[in-house]
């Protein structure tokens, strides 16, 4: 089972192929670029890798708007460079996952083309039109204070159409049998050419039903099995990760109640929580979170991230909560989006703190699911406020001191690198931190190797333990007979803390993961722990047969 399930105990490292290398000068981030720095994936330590949209695209949202599925964008390099890199990828066991974006297309898409021509068109259904501008038209988007209204009048249809993105990306009417064949068609080709599955965007929107009559849209849920049971057809070990920001008591739905759809979902909820809790030192709402986002099928599993490529989405925090992230890590109009999240990079939101950033990377190592890793994020790049929307956390990776971070030779990046300050590619790249074993690179690296060597966290039931200090998260693991217990300090001062509840025997000894260090309970059988500010420990938990055994070993 565990080989069927390698998702389970993963690290994913998500990057845009336009900002990661460019290999042929011209500005842009290719295949050719990707395959180079393979080998660097391979030493961090990663198992799989995804990749935002690099279909064919007018490029007007960051390639979520298709006009080809059955083609790379000819600025990213061929199909042949694509298989190339998959194949480098699994020699070197990684595992290769993209972006499924089928909610929309391009309005540029020959399928939209056709359908806006001719009401006969075979493709006229595979949209979603009315005559009239539906009353609820200026609600329910997206992007809002960008975005003005969901259905957009074409005038060589003589039809609304409904967008629930921007106006360049027509809603697919995904409850067309003949588009479900096609996004079955379009897995079955990747899958064909090395990919082990899809991160899926917008699920939700992507089952709900659409139509201008439809006001409290319902989600169609077999979809899902029907994704799901091809896939399992095609290659019994390729997965589907879901974006799908729903609430606890919907998660079941994704997942199936049998394990019969989603392999894979971020989880929101407890991101969200998670940034509450680095912002008031208060672990209490995390710890709730993750016990309402315990409960799944056994073969499901959870994926969990700091930030991504879009903003910090805080829409589901309460607005006293939502305005404390604000205060402490976007307080200025600049660094916020959309009315509900925060637009920039980990690293700055937490003033360049290693101390805070070790913390919040091994809080979310830690937590129950799959770490997702977002490029960059190992070396702690910044952000660009300058840039508009989200790109200003989309800028190019930065490999060295050489002009444009080493990203490319072009003298005009397709954006641009982060020059001068604490964040500028002259102080944050890669290959200063290799050589500089303290760097937030190799400790990224020796952190991807722990969590590895902790199965259990991936695996087993987790326990959330009361320490008895409303800044401690204490979690315990336990699988197999083995038990891993994580503890984090989200104080500002250092604390002692009681974690005799729920360790067990008297003779349980807590092993360090990172130093090899022993904790050993005292005379009255209590572990009292003493932790620095923004501490954080991973303990095997052990008694002394334990012990013997890693002697032997």
């Known amino acids: 089972m565990i080989n069927d399930l ?19 000068g011209d500005g842009i981030g290719d295949f050719q670029g990707l395959q180079r720095r393979l080998d660097y994936l391979a030493g961090l330590g990663v198992n799989a890798i995804w990749l935002m949209p690099f279909q064919t695209s007018p490029g007007r949202d960051d390639g979520y708007d298709v006009s080809d599925y059955y083609n790379v964008d000819p600025r990213y390099g061929t199909l042949g460079d694509f298989v190339e890199f998959t194949h480098g990828a699994k020699q070197r066991g990684i595992r290769v996952l993209i972006d499924l974006v089928v909610n929309h297309t391009s309005n540029e898409h020959p399928w939209f083309q056709d359908a806006r021509s001719d009401p006969n068109s075979r493709y006229r259904d595979w949209y979603v039109w009315s005559d009239k501008k539906p009353a609820n038209a200026d609600e329910g988007m997206v992007f809002p204070g960008v975005q003005k209204t969901t259905w957009t009048r074409d005038e060589k249809a003589k039809q609304y159409y409904f967008h629930r993105f921007y106006d360049f990306q027509p809603d697919l009417n995904t409850a067309n049998p003949h ?19 899809f991160r899926m965007d917008a699920v939700p929107f992507v089952i709900a039903e659409k139509g201008p009559e439809v006001t409290k849209p319902k989600e169609q849920f077999d979809m899902l099995r029907t994704f799901r049971e091809f896939l399992q057809w095609r290659l019994g070990d390729s997965i589907i990760l879901a974006e799908a920001n729903v609430v606890p008591k919907d998660n079941v739905k994704y997942f199936g ?12 909820h407890v991101n969200q929580a998670l940034f509450y809790a680095l912002a008031s030192s208060d672990a209490r709402p995390l710890a709730k979170a993750v016990e309402e986002t315990l409960e799944h099928p056994q073969t ?31 307080p200025d109009k600049s660094m ?6 925060i637009r920039r990079r980990l690293a700055p939101m937490l003033q360049g703190d290693r101390r805070r950033l070790e913390l919040a990377y091994s809080l979310m190592f830690s937590l129950p699911g799959t770490p997702v890793l977002r490029y960059g994020d190992e070396i702690a790049m910044g952000d660009d406020l300058s840039l508009p929307e989200r790109n200003c956390a ?5 490999w060295s001191t050489e002009p444009h971070g080493g990203f490319t030779k072009n003298d005009k990046p397709v954006l641009p690198v982060i020059s001068g300050g604490a964040f500028g590619f002259q102080h944050t790249n890669v290959a200063d931190q290799r050589r500089d074993p303290n760097s937030m690179l190799n400790w990224m690296e020796r952190l991807i190797r722990m969590r590895k060597e902790a199965p259990e966290i991936g695996w087993g039931d987790c326990k959330i333990l009361n320490p008895g200090n409303n800044g401690v998260l204490a979690l315990r693991y336990d699988w197999r007979d083995n038990s891993v217990l994580v503890v984090h300090n989200l104080n500002a001062t250092p604390v002692e803390f009681d974690l005799s509840v729920g360790l067990g025997d008297k003779g349980e000894t807590l092993i360090d993961l990172a130093d090899g260090g022993n904790s050993e309970a005292d005379e009255t059988g209590k572990h009292r722990l003493l932790f620095e500010a923004y501490a954080y420990r991973w303990y095997r938990v052990g008694g002394l047969d334990y012990l013997l055994k890693r002697k032997e070993v």
């Open 6 to 24: 390698w998702y389970k105990n993963a690290i994913v490292y998500c990057l845009s192929v336009e900002t990661f290398m460019d290999a042929n």
């Open 179 to 197: 588009v479900q064949a096609e996004i079955l068609k379009i897995m079955g080709f990747w899958l064909q050419l090395g990919v082990s599955g």
């Open 336 to 341: 916020q989006l959309y009315d509900r999240g």
């Open 394 to 398: 989309r800028t190019p990776m930065q």
């Open 300 to 330: 499901a599993q959870w994926g969990l991230f700091l930030r991504n490529h879009d903003e910090l989405d805080l829409g589901r925090l309460s607005e006293k909560q939502r305005q404390k992230v604000f205060q402490e890590f976007g």
């Open 257 to 268: 109640a049998d394990g019969d759809r989603m392999q894979m979902m971020f989880n929101f």
